[in-house]
Each structure stands twice: as structure tokens, then as C-alpha cells.
């Protein structure tokens, strides 16, 4: 634990801004003094009091609650002290500057600080305390950031999920019985005198099996609960008048855009988030695909080319009413540019617009893709749809836990032993030795998870992008 650890910290446990309540919170050992300064008297453990909180004359800053939460049972695990004042920012600020002030207290003999100093708090620094004083796991302190961040009701329940520990249940879950097959394997390589063929009479390929199941799941709902997380950018393309702008305010269901009969009517991006079946979706209109007309618009096109780019799938914006031979060739123009530019995995959903308006001759020739109309919403519900498919969502019945990349791709590393270890297992005479190696590294990549292994400044990254106070 390092030196910062063990400082008494202070914050303003509340959004900046105005507002009914604010809290201050402060977290510690040895914070008696403060305790007594802010409130004139000892407070009883757990219980809201009601009471002026003082300055250094004795004078009120203000009037509130003040709560004492004694170590081990509190957030952190520390001590903690919560005055709950008015939420203005001078009355917080001066109960913030006061707290300071009496954790800055000098010993009346000696002169020097009685104890260490208090200090404000980094971001993230309680959750931190609260991790490293074993009161939550790394996914559990994740999933309280990533619940004050959630954008849907959705991807708020799934990181209330992992928050509670359910995510981290299923990781230690797969580590038990993880570590009794290693325990296994070590046996086999520390007796081989005995000549008991432990792996065998135990099942070990069957118990890898189970595991490589049972992680199977998990995955699964892991790799949707980062999608709930970080949804992903979708950008709509295509000609000038396709309907792109239409296309975006049907989809966020507002009038986001301009919309005229004016071709490049949209010179920069228009972004806006929605969600369809609580996925977060982060849309983006663009300027019409065109040889540019002036300075303004190619600025434009070129921003579209940049976001399309970017995209982590681009819906392609097809006009039905201007079915002529030279906008076909200015579309197939466009295709052959998004197949040549895109990453490979991008996926490009043609999406034929102004199906209202189009001939039957029109429609009977258009192959894959949707056929909608902005304008009076058909076929809009079969887009979502598409973009549901394409983003990678499926309902688990389970339920989702809130996940981020990273776990992702510490499971996937897992996987990835497992499948190794498996070779070995089927191997005519494994190579023992690698197989304890492959199931300890699959170990590792778990423990990373829930934070039995995990580095320093991995932890210094993950929780530096906390707020304050929290």
C-alpha cells in the first residue's frame, strides 16, 4: 500500500453545482479531531445528528446531519465522517476549507502535526480505500463508476448487478475450481514416484470441459455487458437528399437536424445518443458524399470520410426516388470507396430510403439491405433490428453483468490457455510442465478481474477516471 494510502482524505461528495443537499465526506484513521471541531462533540456510531457545523470560532457555517461510520464498517473501511449541509457551492467550499483546517491541527507541546495531515481527496481515492481495504473487488468498484455513468436504464441494472457482486461471484466461481485442477496437475508433477495417474482417475479433461463451458457463459454475458457500457458509433452515409438528417431525427425521435429540399443542406457532423432495448447507440449524420460545390462543404465531406472511418458500422443512405444511371454509378462509387477504406470487420448496412415515395418497378429490384421511410417510419423497427444484429446484442436470460474491455479480454485470454491446455490434455503424452503453466497464466488472467493480480498503475488508471468524492 503506498504512503498516500494511509493520509486522512476530504472531498465534496456531490455534483458541482446547486442543489437541495450537498455532502462532504471524510475518510481516515484518527479523524476524532475533525469530528470534533466540525460538530463541537463526539457523534454516535451509524445514527444522523442534527447539529451546526462550526468554523474555527465556534461560529455556524451551517446547519445539517453529521454522520460517523467507525472503521471496519463503512464505505472505505475506514473511519468515516458525512456532513450533510445545504448544497451551495460557497456553504460545501467553506465546509470543505474548515475540515482542512482542523485535519491540519498542531500537537499544543510539540508544535508539529498531531497526526497526518488531511488532504483532498484524488478521484476515485474512497473506492480505492474501499478496494484495498477488501470491503469491495475491482469489478465491484468498476461497476460503481460505471452505474453513475450508465446512459440507459439497462446498462444501470446490469452495472447494480456487478456492483452487488455477481460478476465477481461468476469469476470465483470459475477460479475455485480453476485452482482444484491446477492442484491436480502440481500433484502429478510433484509424485510422479508414485506412479498414480492423478489427471485420469480425476476427470481432468472433463473438468476443463466444464470449465471451458462455464467460461463460455460467462463471456457471454460479460461481452454484452460491455456493449450496455460502451455501445457503439453507428454513421449514416451517403449521397446529398438521401435523407440522412431525416433518418437521425426518426431515430432519436426529435428534430435534431435540418431538413430541406436543399442538396448539402448538412455541413458537419450531427451527433446524438439513443438506445434501442437499452443498448447505447451514438449516432452520427454526416454531410452528403459528393464532389464538393465550395470550401464549406468539401471541409464537410471530408469531416464525413473521418467519421465514417471511425465507425463502428455505417449505414448506407440509398435514395428509391432518384433511381437515374448517373446516382446508381455515384452510389456503386461510394461502395467501392467504403469497401476499400473500411476495416473488414465494419459492417455496411445498405438502407434504401423514401420507400413511400418509389415505384413498384423501383422496389421490386432492390436486394438485401431495408427498405424504410424516414418520413412516415416504415421499416424503421426492422432497422433497429439490423443494427441490434450487427452491434452483437442478444438477450441472456441470465441477466447481463456490467462489464468493461478489459474483462473482455482477460476472459478471452483465458480462453485462450484453456484451449492450450486442452491440446495438452488430448496430447498422446502431454507435456506436464506446460500444462500447469497454461492453467496458472489462465489463473492470472482471472485474477486480473477482481484484482488478485492487477498492477499499480493499471489501478491508478482506473481509478483516476472516478469523479471526485467518490
Known sequence: MLARHHDPIVAIATAPGRGAVGIVRVSGKHIAPVIEALCGRALLPRQATYLPFLDAQGAAIDQGLAL???????????????????GGPVVLQLLLARCLEAGAALDPVTGQAALPRLRVAQPG?????AFLNDKIDLAQAEAIADLIDASTETAARSAARSMSGEFSLAVNTLLEQLIHLRMLVEATLDFPEED??????????????????????????????ALLREGIKVVIAGQPNAGKSSLLNALAGAELAIVTPIAGTTRDKVSQLIQIEGVPLHVVDTAGLRDALDEVEKIGVERAWAEIASADAVLFLHDLTRHTADYLA?????????ARELPRNTPVIDVWNKCDAASAQVLGSIEGGVLISAKTGTGLQDLRNRLLEVAGWQAVPEGVF??????????????????????????????????????????????????????????????????IGK
Open 330 to 338: 455515384a452510389d456503386a462509387h461510394i461502395t467501392q470507396v467504403l
Open 125 to 129: 481515492e474512497f473506492t480505492e480505500r
Open 196 to 225: 498414480i495417474d492423478f489427471l485420469q482417475k480425476a476427470d481432468a479433461q472433463g473438468q476443463l470441459a466444464r470449465l471451458q463451458t462455464t467460461l463460455a457463459a460467462v463471456m457471454q454475458r460479460a461481452v454484452q455487458g
Open 68 to 86: 460517523h461510520f467507525p472503521a471496519p464498517h463503512s464505505y472505505t473501511g475506514e473511519d468515516v465522517l458525512e456532513l450533510q449541509a445545504h
Open 402 to 467: 456490467m462489464a468493461r474491455e478489459r474483462h473482455v479480454r482477460a476472459l478471452r485470454q483465458v480462453q485462450e490457455q484453456f484451449t492450450k491446455a486442452g491440446a495438452q490434455l488430448h496430447a498422446a503424452q502431454p507435456a506436464l510442465d506446460l500444462l500447469a503453466e497454461d492453467l496458472r497464466q489462465a489463473q492470472l488472467h482471472l485474477g486480473e478481474i477482481t484484482g488478485a493480480f492487477t498492477p499499480d498503475d493499471l489501478l491508478g488508471e482506473i481509478f483516476s477516471r472516478f469523479c
